[in-house]
Nanobody, 124 residues
């Protein structure tokens, strides 16, 4: 079992930055790929970014490429999502998820564990 807790969300003006954290506990975190997804009100949960279990590979949705950056610190059992140049359309609840020995994993159904989410609101 892996428990995931997101933090770092909040209210920011357009053009601003936030850094989300996904802290894990339970099994060996370095064996898990981690992904970030987001869900706006009335919409589905969409892929944002993912990092492989080794940290060697990352992949981003086109909508955030060049603005968001995913990284991990396995010593701290934490994955980060640095979000720059935020836009109002980035407003959503952001979730992190973990998949055992995943590499590039972009679909919700492939993930084994999920956090509870953190709200990000970008004002115009």
């Amino acid at each position: 079992q892996v428990q995931l807790v997101e933090s770092g969300g909040g209210l920011v003006q357009a053009g601003g930055s936030l850094r989300l954290s996904c802290a894990a506990s339970g099994r060996t975190f370095s064996n898990y790929a981690v992904g970030w997804f987001r869900q706006a009100p009335g919409k589905g949960r969409n892929f944002v970014a993912t990092i492989s279990y080794s940290g060697a590979r990352t992949y981003y949705a086109d909508s955030v490429k060049g603005r968001f950056s995913i990284s991990r610190d396995n010593a701290k059992n934490t994955v980060y999502l640095q979000m720059n140049s935020l836009k109002p359309e980035d407003t959503a609840v952001y979730y992190c998820a973990a998949k055992f020995y995943g590499v590039v994993v972009t679909t919700t159904s492939e993930y084994d564990y999920w956090g509870q989410g953190t709200q990000v609101t970008v004002s115009s």
